[in-house]
């Protein structure tokens, strides 16, 4: 759990919008407290409404703004849910990989169920997609 110096700390480092502070300012918390995790950082982000991210993989990454976010996690083959995962440092229950190796193999594919439908687990050629809805403009 993050004090209160801790969570002003993030803010300020938040304020500048430069990512040079804002890396400083995470490493700081995560140096003095080693029960903080990543999750714990992004969630003070999320609660201030803020526009900067962490990226857990390959190594823990800040981008600034959900365009950026979007394309890191893109980039890297994960989900917002794995990436939360990830930046708690547990594996998510859809994912059967490593949580450090990215719930990926050698193969760069990522390993990992789909999601239940209706609360009933469906086997994967099972389960039914649904048509893709295009804008008629």
Partial sequence: MLDL??????LLAERSR?????????????????EVSPLDIEMVFRDACSPIY????????????????????DRLGLSP?????????TPGP????????????????????????GGISVPWPQMRQRPCRKNKA
Avoid: H
Avoid at 5 to 10: C, K, N
Avoid at 60 to 72: C, E, F, H, N, Y
């Fill in 5 to 10: 110096a801790q969570v002003r700390t993030l």
């Fill in 18 to 34: 430069d990512v040079g502070v804002l890396t400083e300012a995470v490493d700081a918390v995560l140096a003095t407290s080693p």
């Fill in 94 to 117: 859809f994912m059967t990989g490593a949580v450090g190796a990215g719930g990926r193999n050698g193969s760069g594919k990522t390993l990992c169920s789909p999601p239940p439908i």
């Fill in 81 to 89: 849910q794995e990436n939360r995962y990830a930046l708690a440092g």
């Fill in 54 to 73: 962490l990226i857990a993989e390959p190594e823990l990454t800040i981008v600034i703004g959900m365009p950026a976010r979007r394309s890191a996690l």
